[in-house]
């Protein structure tokens, strides 16, 4: 018996989402190149303790 994917069919588009940190300037690269767009960018900031930025 085959399964069958539900978004087959339906209508629905069919997409991947690979998840390549800020720093792998090769991986961006090269999914950008492969028709891959930057849909998110997230930042991200360790604070200690007592921490001040002023």
Known sequence: ???SD???GAG???K?????FGFN??????YE???YET???KMH???GRGHSDS
């Open 33 to 35: 190149s492969l028709g």
């Open 16 to 20: 991947d989402d690979p998840r390549v």
């Open 39 to 41: 849909t998110t960018i």
């Open 1 to 3: 018996m085959r399964h």
């Open 45 to 47: 900031k360790r604070l």
């Open 6 to 8: 539900p978004a087959r």
């Open 25 to 30: 300037t090769g991986a961006h690269g090269l």
């Open 12 to 14: 629905r588009e069919r």
